[in-house]
């Protein structure tokens, strides 16, 4: 039964495979409500299974507090791009040029995704670990080239396709040479076999390279302003949450559970890493023009300050890093529910465009300054709270710098999003502007996950509650047992 | 010891008004203009029922020893052991009175405007303000450490920049909301350099009786709900740390420590209570709306400098120095603003010279007091509660006035005395009991002030007490007699015609009290040090004062009730005296003066440029090297997918070399 969620998203995936060959065109929006229906069941079964632990297949399925965190996460963004993509693939937008086909492969390959990366922070062999990545890797190729007649829609397709295999390439070579050190695939066997060795640092550096491509960490970001900016927004959205948050799990299961105790002296690449990600992305969100290249952008500073969390090893660093992401996940797509909103109904996608938003959609523009508001980290919103905690574990780790630079990038983040609530609310409204009509689906989707923005951040025990169920988990005795 | 509810709770009192002020800031006001009234003044209502219950349940289960209390407080701040500030109530009988006093007022103002504002723009923001200025005082007055009463001092001066400046389209209001808030700024730095060093000697006293006598300590942390603070008054009053205070050395020129920080802690009360040479915002302040006026002069705000010395006048007692400048400045201040306000024709203006006079005795009193006779702490006290209610009545009475002839100008009005019937009475009783005439309360509260400064042997000031106990009540029933007698000399005063009940009511009820006041017997509940004997009026004194504010209103009555040649010989007989007296001796104009030729020349234009230049243009090279740095950078994004691959081999082979720096 630990197994039960995925199983259930596959299933979903497959029943609407079959079905969308049997459907009438009109009556296919069921496949969504199916799509929705199985991560929602999905969702609720892994609620139902917190505090529970347990392991199958000889201990390569584990279930935990922590995968259970990962895999809520992985479901919510599931949900969520179901509901972005809504309007667009039942041809309800005022835009023609927004609408997308095919809407029971887009369901499947976006449900087998999710369930890759579920499966992902279950793993504790390097195959698995593998294998999962990868199925939730290429499907999302499949999804950024959707729109195949839009030639800039091809063209990131095929970028992300190319780089992502070479990261892959990267990755699974760094993997090999530990199974070459260890003589295992299991990652606790592992953890206690390797020592320091150059070979080592070489795994250790090809990792980085590999799950630094999907974390968007620079240098390794370069995929991330091109295939953002041509993807279908919907697939942007799920890209910058979840393809990210599987980066993060890997990267968890590898450096924590792995590398573990000797954790402390990989620190200062770390350091380095989150700076340059978070200055460059920063810097050059600043000069972006067209609001999903600005958003990749964003994004990639988003994730310097992420890894700040993996300058431990503390018993904060993981509780931290997970209430960013659900912080993160939220206020992002606050703001790609809006950018997608803007776009189904005019087309546009270029900061000048949204010029006087608060003066035609007065909540909606509110909602977008929330979000970019939480995402530059302004109290009392939840992207403040997400980083505080993991500003005060870079400082406990004595890393007092790169707090220094993490409040410079934040002010300089600031400006840029700034930019946006000017065009807003200051800027003269666009001559033929009219009140745009919403549709409930996004309406719905705008107001939950603006709650969600701002909630996290005041409610206070939603991160303690983080806290105290991912002690049950055993990653924090690995981390000390390896310790040498 | 059995507390009542109230007594265990007692932040409700200033509580109340600061959640009114949330309710009908954010959410009432919108609504409904009405609604936005009615809570505001319901809500001081309200916390003056609390007070009343506070003053009944502290008096039943203290007496007879009346020991301060602090019955609620939570931590505020912690910097390190020792040096924490809480946010609390502190309770006993001085604190008591103010609370009473401050919402007594205050609710009445609260009512009175409900009238007195009807149909102006801005009414909902009005009580708003209102609402905030009365939570202001109230936790100034309940503060238990000097920090709370210092961050509650600030909120004060700026609910009085938002009321004074109500009208923000009048040009004269924005100066006068600006002068007020920046003249009692400029006395704030004072206080704060005051607190700092009382601070800095109050925590190193602190670290020493831990270490020594930790008897002390306890007992002062009695009837406290948490530990005693190096901030607390109650710490800082207690004799064995005034007695620790006394060996902290000195300056140059012989001056102590402890008389420069209660000296500049004094320039703060200066600032707020509208001493000489601070008093120049005041007489302006009343560009405000009348009630806020009524509300300032008598209730809120400037009785806090007054209200600031009595909390710590032990320590000002052990710096005798400190404690005579209180008392000549007082005098001085008291004198001073009396000569101006017998040549003033604006009713408020005049008005607010009584205030500034009045405020002069009760500091006076206070600098003439001792530990060992402290009469005049009592007496200034005292006269605090009295003058609150009937300078509340007075202003209130001069906004019926003006409400109904629409100007300022006595000579514009007169003959009022049949038009407006209540507002006349009440407007009499009032300046009868600021006279000084038995048996209004003006009389007690003065004569114990005069007794005060005589008993410890203050001639010059006694002398100077007398001398304005005569001038009160000629320049007041000048007001009186050109208001309300003769004949109507405008338009506006012919249609003259009484306010709304709602406006008369308040009006009444502070007659009542301006009457009555006087007759609770004082030295019984608020008192320092030893208990007072019971002492009844000294006729010595009182005869005397009786027949100089006799022979007060006798002149005004000759100058002022019939015909009006006397006064125009007499001003030309003075002439050039006259005209200084009336242009308020040049004050004003000697502080611009020295801001223009001076201040804004040497240091505010250097500063402006140093900021224009230096400051912005260091900001605007930050922001464009930021903006260059992003365009340089953005480069790197060549779109091709070769140099993508290109880069993300390089880096990883750059990432193996870091680590194979670090860790090797």
Known sequence: ?484 | MNEGFILSNAWLIPAIPLISFFLVGMFIRPASKQAAGLVATSAVFLSAACAYMLAWEYYQAFAPEYQSIVPWSIEWLRYQEFLSVSVGVLVDPTSILLMVVVTTVSSLVHLYSIGYMHGEEGYGRYFTYLNLFTFSMLGLVVAPNIMQMFVCWELVGASSFLLIGYYYDKPSAVSASKKAFIVTRFADLGFLLGILILGYFGYHVYGVLSDSSTSVLAEMNQYSSTAIQPFDFKFLNHPAVIAQFADQGSLLGGISMLTLAMVLIFAGAAGKSAMFPLHIWLPDAMEGPTPVSALIHAATMVVAGVYLVARLFPVYAASGSALLIVAYIGAFTCLFAAVIGCTQDDIKRVLAFSTLSQLGYMMLSLGVATMAHPLGYTASLFHLFTHAFFKALLFLGAGSVIHAVHSNEIWDMGGLKRKMPVTHITFLIATIAIAGIPPFAGFFSKDEILAAALGNHHQIIFGIGLLVAGLTPFYMFRIYFVTFWGPHRTEGAEHAHESPPVMLLPLAILAVLAVIAGFVPMASFVHIGEPLGHHGINWAIAIPAILVALTGIGVAWFLYAGNQDRVSKLVQNLGVVYRVIKDKFYIDEVYLFITHNFIFKYISRPIAWFDRNVVDGSMNLTGWATRMSGWILSHMQTGQVQTYAAWYALSTIVVFGLLAVTLQ
């Open chain 1, 1 to 484: 039964m630990l197994m039960l969620p995925e199983l259930i998203v596959i299933a979903a995936g497959f029943i609407i495979l079959l079905l969308d060959l049997f459907l009438a065109e009109e009556k296919k929006n069921i496949l969504g409500t199916l799509a929705f229906a199985g991560l929602l069941i999905a969702l609720g079964r892994t609620l139902f299974s917190f505090g529970q632990q347990g392991e199958l297949f000889g201990g390569r399925f584990v279930v935990d507090s922590v995968a259970i965190w990962f895999k809520i996460i992985f479901l919510l963004a599931g949900m969520t791009t179901v509901a972005l993509s809504w309007d667009r693939l039942t041809g309800k937008t005022t835009d023609i040029a927004s609408r997308m086909k095919h809407r029971g492969e887009f369901y499947t390959i976006l449900l087998f995704s999710t369930a890759g990366m579920m499966y992902l922070i279950s793993s504790r062999d390097l195959v698995t670990l593998y294998i999962s990545l990868e199925l939730s890797t290429i499907p999302l190729f499949v999804l950024v080239a959707w729109d195949r007649d839009n030639p800039l829609c091809g063209e990131a397709g095929l970028k992300y396709v190319i780089l992502g295999a070479l990261s892959s390439a990267v990755l699974l070579y760094g993997l090999g040479i530990l199974y070459g050190l260890s003589g295992s695939t299991d990652l606790a066997t592992i953890s206690q076999k390797i020592t320091h060795s150059p070979a080592l640092w070489l795994s250790v550096a090809m990792i980085t390279a590999g799950i630094g491509f999907k974390l968007t960490l620079v240098p390794f970001h370069m995929w991330a302003a091109d295939v953002y900016q041509g993807a279908p927004t919907p697939v942007t959205a799920h890209l910058s949450v979840a393809s990210k948050a599987a980066g993060m799990a890997f990267i968890f299961l590898l450096f924590y559970r792995v590398l573990g105790g000797a954790f402390q002296e990989w620190n200062i690449l770390f350091a380095v890493l989150a700076t340059i990600t978070m200055t460059l992305g920063n810097l050059v969100a600043i000069i972006q023009q067209n609001i999903k290249r600005f958003m990749a952008f964003s994004a990639i500073s988003q994730a310097g300050y992420l890894i700040m969390g993996f300058l431990g090893p503390f018993p904060e660093g993981l509780p931290s890093m997970l209430f960013y992401l659900y912080a993160y996940i939220f206020t992002n797509l606050v703001v790609f529910a809006v950018i997608i909103f803007y776009a189904n109904e005019t087309g546009r996608e270029n900061i000048d465009d949204y010029r006087g938003l608060s003066r035609t959609n007065p909540i909606i523009a509110g909602a977008m300054m929330l979000g970019l508001f939480s995402l530059a980290g302004i109290p009392p919103l939840s992207g403040f709270v997400g980083k505080f905690f993991l500003f005060s574990v870079a400082s406990k780790a004595g890393f007092h710098w790169l707090v220094g630079v993490a409040a410079i990038n934040s002010t300089i983040s600031l400006y840029y999003y700034l930019r946006i609530v000017r065009q807003m609310y200051i800027e003269p409204t666009m001559e033929d502007a009219t009140t745009l009509q919403i549709s409930p689906m996004l309406a719905g989707t705008i107001a939950i996950t603006t709650l969600g923005a701002v909630f996290f951040g005041i409610i206070p025990f939603f991160y303690e509650t983080i806290n105290q169920t991912v002690a049950a988990s055993d990653w924090w005795s690995v981390i000390t047992a390896t310790a040498r």
